[in-house]
């Protein structure tokens, strides 16, 4: 709660000083929602990078071969270095989502724990609850008689 000082009218005259408690104003930016905000795009553009490093076909970078020497294409090797850094940002930016999206998650799990009041799954009596909640062990079989054996 904040305190501010404000004027009051008091019988038709004003009194400067009085004292009033008001609520804090509700903040518009979360950081839970900031990380959503960032990693869902971010999560998108991993996607596309990844989808777009493992679908575009490779270059051959052997031009040609004359006996024992082979000739190389340039341009085909960084354009295949290109495709594997492609890969390897869109997987980076995959892990950052993930982990931007699960900071988002944790933090709004434990942002305000005392608004939040859990209770357990079985309230009440044990003799009520379907489900035994002690420890102590009933058998359910019939007890056991002697049964000649099959001929």
Do not use: H
Not at 8 to 30: F, H, M, N, Q, V
Not at 115 to 124: H, K, L, T
Request: glycine letters at 6%.
């Amino acid at each position: 709660m904040r305190l501010t000082r404000c004027l009051l009218r008091y019988r038709g005259s004003w009194e400067r000083g009085a004292i009033i408690a008001e609520d804090e104003p509700k903040r518009t930016c979360s950081w839970e929602k900031a990380c959503v905000w960032c990693g869902v795009p971010l999560l998108i553009l991993g996607v596309v990078a990844v989808l777009v490093g493992q679908l575009t076909p490779v270059r051959e970078a052997v031009v040609a071969r004359r006996g024992s020497l082979a000739y190389l294409d340039r341009k085909a090797i960084a354009y295949n270095q290109r495709l594997e850094l492609c890969r390897l940002v869109g997987l980076a930016a995959l892990c950052a989502a993930a982990l931007l999206i699960l900071l988002s998650f944790l933090i709004s799990a434990y942002s305000n724990p005392s608004s939040q009041q859990y209770s357990p799954v079985f309230a009440g009596p044990a003799a009520a609850s379907p489900i035994p909640l002690s420890g102590v062990l009933t058998t359910v079989q019939p007890p056991t008689s002697t049964v000649p054996p099959r001929r």
